[in-house]
């Protein structure tokens, strides 16, 4: 059954609302006056489909949700004002999350029409309480990412490529540039399916670990249907809580001291053991040689290396294992700050330290999601599924300018006139 222009109307301004949008703010969005705004509102003028393609956009939602015959007041881009009002005063930020969404909505209907069923059921349920404090909050974060390693059967070795590892659970992951407080954010409304979006502009280690964080969100906050991940939120429980499942699923604990012990160190000075013979007991006494069991930056380098983080979180880890005290983690923090465990990287590892470079800098380094999204994108051109003009629009939602999509074509075969031909076989 057709909706009213009235009806109409009242979703847009319902929408409006829960975005926490003013009447300005939507005539400048669809090049219009106020007046005419508060028309629409009212159901006294009506909406051109291209009007209102644009506001579906800017309220996070599908075109098809103002045209269908029930209509729910609250959706992604709602939620995320109510639980992170301030977002309002980060425009930058919105437009992307504005354009992730969309960008999902896209995603998952190319998945529809090349009949993929994307499984989320395998994901792991954790229920737990909100935290009470911000012990509560690490030891949760910390217990979950033992229970997920477990139930992913990965032990304590190094972790996989993270965005695959997300993938198969039926997380959808992409990446694209973000302001520097910003690591990433969380995305699960129901027509979008789960999708983790971190900033391309940061380094890659720093990716891994939002990667890391956001699927701590995933895990455990996934009710919350949106979040953003910011600096200058670090203090929140549920964010000292992705942290601290972060750090233990990218450094499980039995794995970072197997692998100090492996370099001979970890063992406390002085080590003690009774031995017992059924009648006596016997005290023995071991001790290291001083000095032998003090962590350097080079071990730092490699313990970084082997689980692919940053060296400043294999420190924070050490410390936090107690495998650094307080004066030794200051002392290996300056020193890396100086530029010396760079320096080691390069000398440790291949030779190139890419760690600190952003993507875009990296030889060789590629978004899985873009690429992804491409080749669904040419498949369902392929099997005719959508028009050549809706390719160029998804292409250049990915960034892919119109001439090396034309070349690619031609490349593949895919041109008009072939394709074409092919059609009509």
Not at 30 to 57: C, F, H, M, W
Request: net charge negative.
């Amino acid at each position: 059954m057709a909706i009213t222009q009235q009806e109409l109307g009242r979703r847009i301004r319902e929408s409006r609302e829960a975005s926490r949008l003013t009447q300005e703010e939507v005539a400048r969005h669809l090049g219009l006056s106020r007046p005419t705004v508060v028309q629409i509102e009212a159901g006294n003028r009506s909406v051109s489909s291209l009007e209102l393609d644009k506001l579906a956009y800017l309220f996070g939602r599908d075109i098809r949700e103002f045209v269908a015959e029930s209509f729910a007041e609250q959706d992604v881009l709602a939620t995320l004002f109510r639980a992170q009002p301030d977002l309002t005063e980060q425009p930058a930020v919105m437009e992307r999350v504005r354009s992730c969404i969309l960008l999902g909505r896209e995603y998952t209907n190319l998945e529809r029409l090349l009949g993929i069923n994307r499984r989320e059921a395998s994901l792991g349920t954790h229920a737990l309480p909100m935290p009470g404090n911000r012990w509560d909050a690490v030891q949760q974060g910390q217990h979950i990412a033992e229970e997920e390693r477990r139930r992913l059967e990965i032990g304590y070795a190094p972790l996989p490529d993270l965005a695959e590892l997300l993938e198969s659970q039926g997380v959808r992951t992409g990446m694209v540039g973000l302001p520097d407080d910003v690591s990433g954010f969380t995305l699960s409304p129901q027509k979008v399916g789960l999708f983790v979006v971190v900033n391309s502009t940061h380094s890659t280690v720093r990716r891994r670990f939002s990667l890391a964080h956001e699927y701590g969100h995933v895990l455990l906050d996934r009710a919350r249907i949106g979040f953003v991940s910011r600096a200058t939120d670090r203090d929140d429980l549920i964010e000292v809580r992705a942290n601290a499942f972060a750090a233990a699923f990218l450094m499980p604990e039995d794995g970072v001291r197997e692998f100090i012990e492996g370099l001979g160190k970890g063992k406390p000075s002085r080590m003690y053991a009774e031995v017992f013979d059924e009648v006596a007991s016997l005290d023995v006494e071991g001790r290291t040689e001083p000095g032998s069991q003090s962590i350097q930056l080079y071990d730092v380098v490699l313990l970084a290396h082997h689980f692919g983080t940053s060296r400043l979180a294999a420190l924070y880890r050490l410390r936090n294992l107690r495998l650094l005290s307080e004066a030794e983690f200051d002392k290996l923090k300056r020193l890396d700050e100086t530029g010396a465990g760079k320096h080691l990287a390069a000398l440790l590892g291949s030779g190139v330290d890419s760690s600190e470079m952003p993507e875009r800098e990296q030889p060789g380094t590629r978004s899985e999601f873009r690429y992804r999204f491409l080749t669904l994108a040419l498949e369902a051109f392929r099997r005719e599924e959508i028009s050549r003009g809706k390719l160029k629009d998804l292409a250049a939602m990915v960034q892919l300018p119109a001439g090396d999509l034309d070349r690619l074509l031609e490349d593949l075969g895919l041109d008009d006139d072939a394709h074409a031909s092919k059609g009509d076989q």
